[in-house]
T-cell receptor, first 115, second 111 residues
Framework: DTEVTQTPKHLVMGMTNKKSLKCEQH?????MYWYKQKAKKPPELMFV???????INESVPSRFSPECPNSSLLNLHLHALQPEDSALYLC??????????????FGPGTRLTVT | TQLLEQSPQFLSIQEGENLTVYCNSS?????LQWYRQEPGEGPVLLVT?????EVKKLKRLTFQFGDARKDSSLHITAAQTGDTGLYLC???????????FGPGTSLSVIP
């Protein structure tokens, strides 16, 4: 099973709303990632969790708040977003972060629209 | 400056034709991955290459890692409409402690 699931599939929110994106994997992977992707561009790394601890924050604005409740779950809490934050948000996981264990498996993404 | 470059940026070909996509860098990577992404979906891992000079085949797709581990190519034989998508290469640079993505090659296979 190499499946990463993400909910919701689509999300429309106003600039004053608070919402959360969820990601789950049951592959026993110990690293999980959030990426943001604009149309026809590569994914941009936002956050990395390794063994449930935040390892990398790519200078992401504080209106995005990640959370890793356990080794299988990853959340991204959204608050006071801007229209330019509209994008496809991808979650990924990897067995670890060394050598070939760094192979990342992506979820289908959440299409976020901020109005 | 992009750490990983891909060429061509866009490619439109007829079904049945062959094509090659390139991923180049001036830096050495400890491993390199190729992904295919369809619109509105997440990238799907196709292959990981680790050893310089390594060649891997996945049905009609052939992947090669350069001897110096600075570049890679993806060759598709007899392209099909199902090959349409964004092809991304991604390299692991140990000193960066993260995977670096190339800008992608958008492939359109026309019936």
């Amino acid at each position: 099973d190499t499946e990463v699931t993400q909910t919701p599939k689509h999300l429309v929110m106003g600039m004053t709303n608070k919402k959360s994106l969820k990601c789950e994997q049951h592959m026993g992977h110990r690293a999980m990632y959030w990426y943001k992707q604009k149309a026809k561009k590569p994914p941009e790394l936002m956050f990395v969790y390794s063994y449930e601890k935040l390892s990398i924050n790519e200078s992401v604005p504080s209106r995005f708040s990640p959370e890793c409740p356990n080794s299988s779950l990853l959340n991204l809490h959204l608050h006071a977003l801007q229209p330019e934050d509209s994008a496809l948000y991808l979650c990924a996981s990897s067995q670890d972060r060394t050598g070939t264990l760094y192979e990342q498996y992506f979820g289908p993404g959440t299409r976020l629209t901020v109005t | 400056t992009q750490l990983l470059e891909q060429s061509p940026q866009f490619l439109s070909i007829q079904e049945g034709e062959n094509l090659t996509v390139y991923c180049n860098s001036s830096s050495v990577f400890s491993s390199l991955q190729w992904y295919r992404q369809e619109p509105g979906e997440g990238p799907v891992l196709l292959v990981t290459v680790v050893t310089g000079g390594e060649v891997k085949k996945l049905k009609r797709l052939t992947f090669q890692f350069g001897d110096a581990r600075k570049d890679s190519s993806l060759h598709i034989t007899a392209a099909q409409t199902g090959d349409t998508g964004l092809y991304l290469c991604a390299g692991l640079k140990t000193s960066y402690d993260k995977v670096i993505f190339g800008p992608g090659t958008s492939l359109s296979v026309i019936p």
